[in-house]
């Protein structure tokens, strides 16, 4: 079992950047592929970003290549979204997950086993 709390939203300007934080409970995060997903009011979640077990491999959505990057901190228990140049259609609630195999760094939604209770992103204009 692992439960997941994101930090680190909140309001920004265009342009702005926020650091979003994942932290894991349990001695297992290590073998966990982790992902972030994000849900705008009216849309389905989305994939943002996944990262493998050492961090060595990354898969990000178009909308977000070259402004955000995951890392994670396998010692912290902790996984990062770092995003800048953040738009308007950025606003959304962004949720961490972590997937049932180390290696799969998928976009699908399915694949991640357990989720967080998200954290609240918003862009203004």
């Known amino acids: 079992q692992v439960q997941l709390v994101e930090s680190g939203g909140g309001l920004v300007q265009v342009g702005g950047s926020l650091r979003l934080s994942c932290a894991a409970s349990g001695r297992t995060f290590s073998t966990y592929a982790m992902g972030w997903f994000r849900q705008a009011p009216g849309k389905e979640r989305e994939f943002v970003a996944a990262?493998?077990?050492?961090?060595?491999?990354?898969n990000y959505a178009d909308s977000v290549k070259g402004r955000f990057t995951i890392s994670r901190d396998n010692a912290k228990n902790t996984v990062y979204l770092q995003m800048n140049s953040l738009k308007p259609e950025d606003t959304a609630v962004y949720y961490c997950a972590a997937g049932a195999h180390s290696d799969n760094i998928s976009a699908f939604p399915d694949v991640y086993r357990y989720w967080g209770q998200g954290t609240q992103v918003s862009v203004s204009s």
């Open positions: 990262i493998n077990w050492s961090g060595h491999s990354t």
